[in-house]
């Protein structure tokens, strides 16, 4: 067995290691500096504390970005010098978000040890390669996000952090599988790689009806796309969807994981997924031939999902509302009812009409994932979703991508088991159409200003909220702007209190809520990593099935009207349009 020695290293503080909403994520070159990541992982360990530390079996890895193999044997290094005991990585470095909660959550080593924590190195959705973005965030025992309390010591810590503790121990070879082990100081260390999709595959086969997907991915009468985006969700596709479901090998594209994600922007929308949307008859560059009948893509960590009909896109809002309807006869995992359901406070009230319907528990959550987590591990949420493509369940503490595919594969099969020898097909667009008739619909689409200076941003908000103190005032302005929007009855920055640890968040974003149930939120990003990203969520609530069906661009315009002006976007931004609509 090799012997390693342990070193204390001296350091100093660096400015803005603070983690946003799901970890830190800065430029490569940030954390290429000398003692960056080490500053980071060691302020982890601190604010974790020793008795978490020592001992533990972690998790290392992450969705393949440029530098994460570096930074695996970085934390490597450092955990053998903080006496943590094993670390468990996925093949070269390879493990999607939810996989990483799947491995805490379920897998079991050899001698019966479980992990109590992972660093997963991932800036999920923001693109990669030298000139790009590297992240890192710390998740829990329970498989989900680090709480606030932790980021916050973590933050603490880097202000003052003087020292860290690495060791000597060789590069490990994270390639193939297998159990290294090395001897210190306190005794044993392994580093042991594993095969990265297996514990996820078990895991999705014990939700889902394997075999009645597979009917339908099989069936001559259904087609199927998967955009990876060249993330980490390549890893799992191929596996899953390929070999356990049977379908076509061509019906991948970009499955293979990519340092750079092939130099594009690995976020599952409309307008970053260019190829799939082609394909799926969307967008301009309508591709050749007939479109796939189901189409969905991932962003670089997988934990995100787009859903698309042939030539038909699904709002993350009412994706996760007919989820929340049909989970119960579609999904085994669900078939003894919900425990209750939840969204992010700006994604649409599509999954609140559903909740009331099937009386259902409901709770409206700041944005991030982790408000969704205390909730489940409560055994009051089931099911919840976000605007931002994130959609998942309490199987793990993190939004799922392949879930989400998954989940919408079974009501597809479900509503079609009668249809595959030749029956008319039951569509993607069917399934969306038929739940507007029956719930309403709630028009919606989010504008994205990024890279805004900071300061413009801040004074927009500040000028939100202020104007907010007097309504006669702001519905002065909108009947100014447009005569046919009904008037604003409430506005406010929206707070939550957490039902279960009774903590309480503030300025969650500011709210315009009208009369007729429209509403118009106003919230800056946490995820971004240069400048400022204003985000304005706009959403319109149509009851009538007659008119259900129009355009949602055309049918929120006089509401976009009004946010651009109440905001005074292009005064404060200098933007004449957003940089993304979704
Ligand atoms: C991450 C979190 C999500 C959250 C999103 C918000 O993806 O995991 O839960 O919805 O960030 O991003 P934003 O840029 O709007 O703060
Ligand atoms: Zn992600």
Redesign the pocket.
Known sequence: MVVFKVSRVQTTPFDGQKP???GLRKKVKVFKQANYLENFVQSTFNALGAEKVRGATLVVSGDGRYFSKDAVQIITKMAAGNGVRRIWVGQNGLLSTPAVSAVIRERVGADGSKATGAFILTA??NPGGPNEDFGIKYNMENGG?APEGITDKIYENTKTIKEYLTSDLPDVDIASTGVTSFSGPEGQFDVEVFDSASDYVKLMKSIFDFESIKKLLSSPSFTFCYDALHGVAGAYAKRIFVEELGAKESSLLNCVPKEDFGGGHPDPNLTYAKELVARMGLGKSNSDGEPPEFGAAADGDA??NMILGKRFFVTPSDSVAIIAANAVESIPYFSGGLKGVAR?MPTSAALDVVAKNLKLKFFEVP???KFFGNLMDAGMCSVCG?E?F?TGSDHIRE?DGIWAVLAWLSILAYKNKDNLNGGKLVTVEDIVRKHWATYGRHYYTRYDYENVDAGAAKELMAHLVKLQSSLPEVNKIVSGIRSDVSKVVHGDEFEYKDPVDGSVSKHQGIRYLFEDGSRLVF?L????SEGA?I?LYIEQYEKDPSKTGRDSQEALAPLVAVALGLSKMQEFTGRSAPTVIT
């Open positions: 946003g909403t799901s999920s959705h996000p934990d995100r992010s944005t991030g994932w976000e931002s994130g939004k919230r990003s946490g995820t971004g990203t985000r």
